[in-house]
């Protein structure tokens, strides 16, 4: 991942590319998300969107669309998208949590993707999730601010991660398109468009020294640098292939 340090952010949003994982084990887990974190060591508290591949949790092997929430380290509290109260989705929405997104990219070919912002709204104060990549933003639902209190004026982190769990002493799955950072465009998997939001819920780019790299294991997955284009503006490359044991 990339993140902030803590600072007066409200919100983020970003440019993701979807990737399947068909081959996953049932009790692990791949994926890539746009995240809101607290600074509390004990009690953690964080929102999170975008789209894995979870068999143990949809019984497929298909890419979903979720939501997360949690206000502790070891995730007692919270859930993933509806399994309990917490996310209130949009009337009617189009893309509601734990609906199956397709299609996926394919490997030097099709490039696909879900752009997502999540930020508070100036007037209630609420965490309010957008779908961004048709003609015009998409309410897809919110996150109310009661819901992770050490979020609201605390100076919370953001962050743009790649993401796998597994059993440990088991093989891994692949993270992104199975692929290293350093093959690039429409090979290895990306996060794009990487935006911040003030407190007016008015969207800008962030500094590019301002974010802080994290890759846990590097023996097993790679992570690039963060670059600028006029197309993507601020971006990163990310991932690498199953088979890491640990």
């Known amino acids: 991942m990339y993140h902030t340090p803590r600072g007066w952010y409200f919100g983020t949003r970003a440019k993701i590319g979807i990737w399947g994982s068909p081959n996953q084990g049932r009790f692990q887990e791949s994926g890539a998300s746009i995240l809101v974190t607290s600074n509390e060591l004990e009690d953690l508290n964080a929102l999170e969107a975008e789209f894995h591949v979870y068999p143990d949790l949809y019984n497929d092997n298909n890419v979903h669309?979720?939501?997360?929430?949690?206000?502790?380290?070891?995730?007692?509290?919270?859930?993933?998208?509806?399994?309990?109260?917490?996310?209130?989705?949009?009337a009617?929405?189009?893309?509601?949590?734990?609906?199956?997104?397709?299609?996926?990219?394919?490997?030097?070919?099709e490039d696909h993707y879900i752009s997502i912002s999540l930020h508070t709204d100036p007037n209630s104060g609420d965490w309010v999730l957008f779908r961004d990549d048709l003609e015009k933003p998409i309410f897809l639902g919110h996150f109310p601010k009661e819901l992770c209190p050490k979020l609201n004026g605390g100076a919370p982190r953001m962050a743009w991660t790649g993401f796998v769990s597994y059993p440990k002493n088991e093989p891994s799955p692949a993270m992104g398109s199975?692929?290293?950072?350093?093959?690039?465009?429409?090979?290895?998997?990306?996060?794009?468009?990487?935006?911040?939001?003030?407190?007016k819920a008015r969207a800008h780019d962030p500094y590019m020294e301002d974010l802080l790299p994290v890759l846990d294991r590097p023996d097993c997955y790679h992570l690039s640098i963060v670059d600028f284009?006029?197309?993507?503006?601020?971006?990163?490359?990310?991932?690498?292939?199953?088979g890491c044991i640990g």
């Open 65 to 90: 669309f979720f939501t997360h929430w949690t206000k502790d380290n070891d995730r007692s509290t919270g859930c993933y998208n509806l399994k309990c109260g917490g996310f209130v989705p949009a």
């Open 92 to 109: 009617g929405a189009e893309l509601t949590p734990g609906q199956a997104v397709a299609p996926a990219s394919t490997y030097d070919g």
């Open 178 to 199: 199975g692929h290293f950072p350093l093959e690039g465009e429409r090979k290895a998997a990306y996060i794009k468009n990487i935006k911040l939001f003030d407190s």
């Open 229 to 242: 284009v006029v197309k993507d503006r601020v971006y990163f490359y990310y991932g690498g292939p199953s």
